[in-house]
């Protein structure tokens, strides 16, 4: 039992560079969520999908968008990379419980 | 307790010892509380959790106590191992009724257990 699946572990972008953050997870969890971690800091949340079919923004949604593609996976993507969305992305899930998120082992984006 | 900026609050205890990480939340309707644990280089992991309604909830090891009036949040980890060194995070939800979670994290604790 996988749980939360993220790909790629570890990317170094340039700016300007776009690139996809993959996200899968294997619960039949219907929430799903992108988290970013700074050093020192706790995580904030980037955008959530509630159910299938819907998308929201969190707190720092900027630079952002998101895909719910199906149940199972729900994607990142940096447009246009820029320095400061240099972080650990941390995608999540939860399922009936509600508010207990599963994470993901996280992806470490550097923009340089 | 949480701390502002880049330098988290740190516990250091020997093995064996209870410790107590401190967490002071901000929103007055939250109304759903969790603890993370998270290792280097991992995700945070779930430990425990507690709804608005409780003041203190028991798992194994581990006691989250929650005071509303001042809005707090303890975790107590008895009889600490190495193993339980990591970064500990309170989360809060303010979730008004919906099925799913936006948890807000505070900055998180580092716990260090020196056998």
């Known amino acids: 039992n996988a749980g939360v699946t993220q790909t790629p572990k570890f990317q170094v972008l340039k700016t300007g560079q776009s690139m996809t953050l993959q996200c899968a997870q294997d619960?039949?969890?219907?929430?799903m969520y992108w988290y970013r971690q700074d050093p020192g800091m706790g995580l904030r949340l980037i955008y959530y999908s509630a159910s299938e079919g819907t998308t929201d923004k969190g707190e720092v949604p900027n630079g952002y968008n998101v895909s719910r593609l199906n149940k199972r996976e729900f994607s990142l993507r940096l447009e246009s990379a820029a320095p400061s969305q240099t972080s650990v992305y941390f995608c999540?899930?939860?399922?009936?419980?509600?508010?207990?998120?599963?994470f993901g082992a996280g992806s470490r984006l550097t923009v340089l | 307790g949480e701390s502002v900026g880049l330098h988290l609050p740190t516990l250091s205890v020997q093995e064996g010892d209870n410790s107590i990480i401190n967490c002071a939340y901000s929103?007055?309707?939250?109304?759903?509380f969790i603890w993370y644990k998270q290792e280097s280089g991992k995700g945070p992991q779930f430990i425990i959790d507690?709804?608005?309604?409780?003041d203190k909830r028991q798992g194994q090891r581990v006691t989250v106590l929650l005071n509303k009036t001042v809005k707090h949040l303890s975790l107590q980890i008895a009889a600490t191992q190495p193993g339980d060194s990591a970064v500990y995070f309170c989360a809060e939800n303010d979730a008004g009724g919906t099925s799913y979670g936006k948890l807000t994290f505070g900055q998180g604790t580092i716990l260090t257990v020196h056998p």
């Open positions: 619960m039949n969890h219907n929430s």
């Open positions: 929103n007055s309707a939250s109304d759903y």
């Open positions: 999540a899930s939860s399922g009936i419980s509600g508010v207990v998120l599963t």
């Open positions: 507690i709804r608005s309604n409780m």
